[in-house]
């Protein structure tokens, strides 16, 4: 942002350098680049210029900082309230997806050797009511082409798509060993991790903003708690001081989510947070029924994973949210002096059902869904949003461009990152 004078602020440095143009895999005739995502952020900057037009003259007027007359136009902090802050919004990204993960969701009667690849359901224009194509498969949508997260370029893609799209960056979900002396070579899990870290290295040093957070991948399957503190332990180990991550609630500690701490008892918890604590910012993935002192001890914060929040049918889920960041902000302060963090969930749309049967779906509608998530869980005032996802296609919680909705979601993310909803 610029510095126009004391307490007044432009946001013409809203805008990030934009990444070269890529055509992302859509619908047919719909054109879902870089360039169309950028699009929100081009009429943003055209209105702050508009509106530093008519308040830089009056500002010159008054003959610099010295000079106190009250001025002509309102503070421009205030006109641009929404628009000189976007809000920090890091969206899940998992690492399960090999050739062999796409297989297995797929299913052994899905035409690999078609081209274009054909979406594997039917569904209506929301994403709910899926029928499957072909026996054995779990999926609803794919891209043009499967791509495997172990060939070069494939995660750095992924990077540069959610950066054009202005996300703050990725909440990285991984799994280690659990063994004291894993390496970077240990697992698949971690070799993906580290190109991740590579690929936010590879556009930091061009000049496009992206960070991580880490989530542990703890919810499907209870692990122990010394599998737990030795992947922390090599985490901290491999990238405790690593500008890839985001250190602005905890600078001197790696941030990582317990994902499904809910699930564990509290001596569990306490267990863990007084081995890695001093190392690592440990949020937790609480509920309001689960979240009590014992927990609030151990943990530095909570972030919530709510991929079904409906903001039609549940609207007062808002009003829920509201009383758990509410509660965790409550709580007291972390050992090292530093506020309880409160990450709140967003959510585009969510249909399991070919993955899990479950009947439960939350309608798209175009991106709307996510655009009113984001309003009713900004009532929260959260530190940070957590976007429930990137490439979680299982569940229909996606956001990554792919053939059935094109863009319409990533489009969204920029309305919200430009503060045009």
Known sequence: MTQVAPGWVCACGLLRAR?????????????????????AFTLAGAASAVILAAVVPAVAATGGPTASPAPTHAPLSRIEATATVAPKVFAYYYLWWSIQHWHDKLGANYPYSASPLPLPATANSDGCSPVSRYAGN??????????DQDTPGVIEDDVRQAAAAHLTGFVVNWIGTGT???????VSYSRRLAAVVAAVHKVNAEGTPFQLLLSLKSSATVLSTSWIVNDMDYLTRTYGNDSAFD????????????????????????????????????????????????????LDGDSYYWSSQDPVKNPQSFAQLRALASTVRASGVNPDGSAKVWLAPLTPGFNPKLLTGSSTCVARRGGQSLIDVYKGNSTTSPSAYTLISWNEISEGSYIKPMQRYGSASVDAVAKIMSGTV
Do not use: M
């Open 247 to 298: 250190h602005s609630f905890s600078p001197s500690r790696l941030p990582v989510i317990w994902t499904g701490s809910r699930k564990y008892p509290s001596a569990n918890l306490a267990t863990v947070a007084s081995a890695v604590r001093s190392r690592i910012q440990l949020l937790g993935d609480e509920t309001s029924a689960s979240w009590n002192a014992s927990r609030a001890a151990s």
């Open 180 to 186: 004291a002396s894993q390496t970077p070579d240990s």
């Open 138 to 147: 779990q999926l609803t949508d794919v891209p043009t082409t499967l791509p």
């Open 19 to 39: 990444a070269p143009e890529r055509l992302y895999p859509g619908r047919q005739g719909v054109d879902v680049s870089h360039r169309r995502i950028a699009r």
